[in-house]
């Protein structure tokens, strides 16, 4: 009878070896799937594309430098490729990267703090076709900064307006200036939520994922007692 009980410890114990290796290799296989998802979810909310920054900024120079207009330069920016950079995400380089809706005013902004970075190169002609062409951009095109909605219903004033819109446009550009830093707000304060979010939903997997193997290693240990039980009894009613 002992032996039959000290055997069945033993299987119990290697039984909750095995469980406990087993627990082991699930949460580490959970947390190497979950913490790349919840760093991309981190550094990306939105599930944006991307477009290389150095790429169309070298583009975009070469073809000013070389007297390309502001159309030339609009096409450019229009035949961006935009694409996923999750191993770029992981690695810290997002910075590498416009998002997709990056505006092409902001790009050309960019180039002249470049130049302004760079006076050792400094190339007059250059600097001069670049501020013709910013302030070309900002006339013609002043609500790229707003979403497209936004953009479309200020595009739609500013035609029915017609000649009356060169006299109230200042106050106009100023109001789509304000939405637009209105806008930027909104998206980080919605861009937290969603993290936060994730966050809690990876949170409430990994404790369900615990939780069941906790049970499991309890059901085993409750059965395994009252095996032992079962069998002690036994052998008191035949020593009796």
């Keep these: 009878m002992l032996d039959e009980m000290s055997e069945m410890n033993d299987k119990a114990l290697r039984t909750s070896r095995r469980i406990k290796y087993v627990s082991l290799f699930v949460m580490v296989i959970t947390i190497i799937t979950v913490i790349p998802l919840l760093l991309i979810s981190l550094s990306n909310p939105e599930s ?7 790429d169309i900024k070298s583009s975009m120079q070469i073809t000013i430098e070389n007297g390309g207009e502001l159309s030339s330069v609009k096409h ?24 997709e809706d990056y505006p092409l005013s902001d790009i050309l902004k960019d180039l002249l703090v470049d130049y302004y970075k760079h006076p050792e190169s400094s190339d007059s002609t250059y600097l001069i076709a670049l501020k013709e062409i910013i302030a070309e951009n ?23 307006l017609d000649s009356t819109y060169e006299i109230i446009s200042p106050d106009i550009i100023k109001i789509a200036d304000e939405l637009n830093n209105k806008n930027q707000l909104v998206n980080r304060y919605l861009n937290k939520s ?9 949170a409430l997997v990994i404790s369900i994922i615990l939780g069941l193997i906790q049970l499991y290693q309890n059901h085993l240990t409750s059965r395994r007692i009252g095996k032992s039980e079962s069998i002690a009894k036994k052998g008191i009613n035949q020593d009796s």
């Design 138 to 160: 900002d006339r013609k095109n002043p609500f790229d900064i707003l979403e497209e909605n936004q953009k479309y219903n200020f595009q739609n004033i500013q035609e029915k």
């Design 194 to 202: 969603e993290s936060s979010f994730t966050i809690s939903i990876i």
């Design 48 to 54: 944006k594309k991307f477009f290389d920054k150095e």
């Design 76 to 99: 450019i920016y229009d035949r961006r490729e935009n694409k996923e950079i999750f191993i770029d995400l992981l690695t810290g380089r997002k910075s590498n990267y416009y998002a």
